[in-house]
């Protein structure tokens, strides 16, 4: 069989295709993997609709080692990643009490209380390891779909790069084991660039 590519990312968000949002992702991801000698192939931008999230997902598995869905993890009607992932997978999604005490906890500490709609938030494909997310009610998850790694994160920088650094780096480290990339910048003055 043909060698798998590195990486390939999948940005959920209806509001990425309208252009109302910019991504702050991909160059994020891009940069934090190549301190690893780990390598971005393709990116794709998909809306928040579960048949499209798990027809992309389903494309992209077969040609990478590792693949990152991000966005659509929050508590509403058009936040499908999850479902969309676990329908790629061929996974259920089932309910995690521990998860929604977190939730719960979440909302407690800053004198609100968590609605059923954000219940949504502890459903996790059978099978994946959740990724806590210490910033945000939206944890992610990990998965494997045949020797592919999937993971999958919320949408908010703030609360996805932390996550990145603290447990996607390391299961990036140990699945490709090389070293860094050495990165230099040349600067040239009166040059154009050359053909």
Same mark, same amino acid.
């Given at each position: 069989?043909?060698?798998?590519?590195?990486?390939?990312?999948?940005?959920?968000?209806?509001?990425?295709?309208?252009?109302?949002?910019?991504?702050?992702?991909?160059?994020?991801?891009?940069?934090?993997?190549?301190?690893?000698?780990?390598? /971005?192939?393709?990116?794709? %931008?998909?809306?928040?609709?579960? +048949?499209?999230?798990?027809? =992309?997902?389903?494309?992209? !598995? $077969?040609?990478?080692?590792?693949?990152?869905?991000?966005?659509?993890?929050?508590?509403?009607?058009?936040?499908?990643?999850?479902?969309?992932?676990?329908?790629?997978?061929?996974?259920?999604?089932?309910?995690?009490?521990?998860?929604?005490?977190?939730?719960?906890?979440?909302?407690?500490?800053?004198?609100?209380?968590?609605?059923?709609?954000?219940?949504?938030?502890?459903?996790?494909?059978?099978?994946?390891?959740?990724? /806590?997310?210490?910033?945000? %009610?939206?944890?992610?998850?990990? +998965?494997?779909?045949?020797? =592919?790694?999937?993971?999958? !994160? $919320?949408?908010?920088?703030?609360?996805?790069?932390?996550?990145?650094?603290?447990?996607?780096?390391?299961?990036?480290?140990?699945?490709?084991?090389?070293?860094?990339f050495r990165v230099g910048t040349f600067r040239s003055m009166r040059a154009g660039e050359f053909q």
């Open positions: 069989p043909p060698a798998k590519h590195d990486v390939e990312v999948v940005l959920v968000g209806d509001e990425l295709l309208r252009g109302e949002r910019r991504d702050a992702h991909l160059p994020f991801l891009a940069r934090a993997c190549a301190r690893y000698g780990v390598r /971005v192939h393709a990116a794709h %931008t998909v809306g928040d609709d579960v +048949a499209k999230i798990a027809e =992309t997902v389903r494309s992209c !598995l $077969p040609h990478e080692r590792v693949l990152v869905v991000n966005g659509g993890h929050g508590p509403t009607d058009n936040d499908t990643t999850r479902e969309g992932v676990a329908e790629a997978l061929g996974a259920v999604l089932e309910f995690h009490e521990h998860e929604w005490k977190r939730i719960e906890a979440f909302f407690a500490t800053r004198g609100r209380v968590a609605t059923d709609a954000n219940r949504r938030q502890a459903h996790f494909p059978v099978g994946a390891e959740i990724i /806590v997310n210490e910033r945000g %009610t939206a944890s992610g998850f990990c +998965a494997t779909a045949g020797d =592919t790694l999937v993971f999958v !994160l $919320p949408g908010p920088p703030g609360e996805l790069q932390p996550m990145v650094e603290s447990f996607v780096l390391g299961r990036l480290l140990r699945a490709f084991a090389r070293p860094r």
